[in-house]
């Protein structure tokens, strides 16, 4: 990989061949392969919360569920064009995210991890209790898109989604890629090693803390909103908690820290998920369980890190 | 003013719970470090049980909530044994993602044999009734919980204050390997203590089931409420996750009681404004 890195714009080139490869391998399965990408997107803005800065939240559902809602109702009320509507979830996620931030990022261990939880929770309870507003249990109906840029009509058979969605997920994974690389990202890998020899050479520990938590939030609002125009629907289920918590798992799946663990981690479980879940629906939760046990044992790097581990065992052998 | 005795009867007794659940989960963070989130589950595993007795072999509500507090105190020690003693030395997220797939497995495994559905626990005719105070009439099941907890509350006390083992846990929740250098066997201390924290658990899900409904997903849906009493009291002190527990659950009453339609929502608000002000807890030694 890190070879890779240094052939100018490999990852690039890399990520649309992905996508290219995805788009046509998949004809009948576009939509599942949009949701995977959106997922994406999502894990990423986790990634970003808990892999550089070092917060960890089990309560990423509420960004992303606040930018589903804010760009399901910004289409049903205001104009139904998809990009300001991407645009306002993302201030939304953003906006939740820098105020819960202030208040949460002054704890930190177990209260953050619950209150993060809380967050989400009373979310949930508001979005179901606005029931005029929001649709309540019912969820948030009459989603219905214009075209992308005016020109790409949304369409049944979902290519206009994928493309739009690929789109997307693809400028914020390289904004994130720049991030890393940038002061700001070394700076909160610096704090996620230790906060308080940060503390000691100066950085604003917990003003960088907000920021990052608070980009995080932009992103997870993204994904949000690109849910909720490409499904044309938002529940009650955006803020779940289980949905924060196999955000996580798939992060950890593949391997935190890393953009590409994101990846790895989400079109692993999704894929899982997909087979699993039709083959026996019923038992889901057993499986999960089962995996997440067997990551957090055996593979604590993540499937990233599965290479190196083989490789280690070679070795020793 | 019957308003106000209501709330202080409900709310003293939905403390009485919160603290019988809790109080496992703040012994075991302080002295195993440990963030267990599938501690729930044993309260719902002690409730399952309980249920499956009553309702399948016909056993009395009494020996039935015995029954499901031992069986459960049955898993939790295996699991301790296998389990849990791995995750102590893991950072604090790969310990959430182990409990939460533990509690996954829980959720999973009484969703297979029972459903989804409310698994109710009926109360026996005898506690069913109300008890006459001569100046108000009060229900049964509320007394006996209040009363059962502070049984609960002054044994754990006396145990910790006044006998050898207590002596030997407060000496490993202060300093783990100093404990164990002068010989104290941690490793059994922190089995038993933690069999002991789950059996409590067990106890306060079937006795607070009337408050919150034993089901599948039990140990998700109440989960912030135990974690809750934790970040309020501060870890590993039993007097202060007792004042904690019973604090919150005043508070949840009163807003469920006065605003009814936004008592979540209003609970949790003041919790967050409570821990913004006070991010390390009530007493401010939140490790």
């Not at chain 1, 948030?140 to 997307?168: C, H, K, Q, S």
């Not at chain 2, 603290?19 to 075991?28: A, D, K, R």
């Amino acid at each position: 990989m890190t070879r890779l890195m240094r052939i100018p714009f490999a990852v690039e080139a890399l990520l649309i061949a992905l996508l290219v490869i995805a788009f046509f391998a998949f004809p009948y399965n576009l939509a599942f392969v949009t949701r995977i990408l959106i997922m994406v997107l999502f894990v990423l803005s986790i990634d970003l919360v808990l892999g550089f800065a070092g917060i960890a939240t089990l309560g990423q559902a509420a960004l992303y569920g606040t930018g589903a809602y804010a760009a399901g109702l910004f289409a049903v009320h205001v104009t139904a064009a998809p990009l300001p509507g991407l645009l306002i979830g993302m201030v939304a996620g953003a906006a939740l995210a820098f105020l819960s931030g202030l208040v949460l990022l002054r704890t930190k261990g177990l209260t953050l991890i619950m209150l993060t939880i809380a967050v989400a929770q009373i979310c949930q309870e508001v979005a179901n209790k606005a029931r005029d507003v929001t649709g309540g249990a019912d969820g948030l109906r009459g989603i219905r898109m214009e075209p992308v840029l005016g020109l790409f009509e949304f369409d049944f058979i979902g290519i206009t989604a994928y493309w739009y969605v690929a789109i997307v997920v693809f400028i914020v994974f390289l904004a994130l890629k720049r991030l890393a690389a940038a002061p700001l990202g070394l700076s909160l890998r610096g704090i996620h090693e230790s906060p308080e020899r940060m503390l000691a050479i100066g950085a604003p520990v917990y003003r960088r803390q907000v920021l990052a938590y608070t980009l995080g939030g932009g992103i997870a609002g993204i994904a949000g909103a690109l849910a909720a125009q490409v499904t044309q629907l938002v529940s009650l289920e955006v803020y779940s908690f289980t949905l924060s918590a196999e955000a996580l798992i798939m992060l950890i799946l593949g391997g935190t820290g890393r953009l590409w663990g994101a990846i790895v981690g989400v079109v692993l479980f999704m894929t899982v998920h997909h087979v699993a879940a039709s083959a026996d629906p019923y038992n889901w939760l057993f499986f999960i369980g089962f995996m997440v046990l067997g990551v957090v044992f055996f593979l604590p790097g993540g499937m990233i890190r599965l290479p190196q581990a083989l490789l280690r065992l070679g070795r020793q052998r | 003013m019957s308003l106000f005795l209501n709330i202080l009867i409900d709310g003293v007794a939905y403390g009485m719970i919160l603290f019988m659940i809790s109080v496992g989960l703040s012994v075991t963070m302080g002295l195993m470090r440990v963030i267990n989130l599938a501690h729930g589950g044993f309260a719902m595993v002690g409730g399952v049980v309980a249920h499956v007795l009553m309702s399948e072999a016909g056993i009395g509500y009494v020996p039935a909530a015995l029954l499901g507090i031992v069986a459960t105190v049955a898993l939790a020690w295996p699991l301790e044994r296998l389990i849990y003693r791995r995750i102590y030395g893991f950072g604090d997220l790969q310990q959430v993602l182990a409990t939460i797939g533990l509690t996954f497995l829980m959720i999973a495994t009484v969703n297979r044999l029972q459903g989804s559905s409310l698994l109710a626990l009926p109360l026996p005719t005898v506690l069913a009734q109300s008890v006459d105070l001569g100046f108000r009439t009060l229900p049964l099941h509320r007394v006996i919980v209040i009363g059962v907890g502070a049984v609960v509350i002054v044994g754990l006390w006396l145990l910790i204050e006044r006998t050898r083992f207590g002596i030997k846990l407060r000496a490993a929740v202060d300093n783990r390997a100093t404990a164990g250098a002068i010989g104290i066997n941690t490793g059994l201390i922190y089995t038993a203590t933690f069999c002991l924290g789950a059996g409590l658990a067990a106890l306060g899900g079937i006795l607070g089931a009337e408050m919150l409904p034993i089901e599948a997903y039990y140990p998700l849906r109440y989960m912030v409420l135990f974690l809750v009493v934790v970040a309020v009291g501060g870890m590993g002190s039993i007097g202060r996750s007792f004042l904690a527990a019973l604090g919150l659950g005043l508070i949840e009453t009163a807003s469920r009681y006065l605003v009814p339609e936004f008592g979540t929502i209003f609970y949790f608000a003041c919790i967050i404004l409570f821990l913004a002000l006070r991010p390390k807890g009530l007493w401010g030694r939140l490790a």
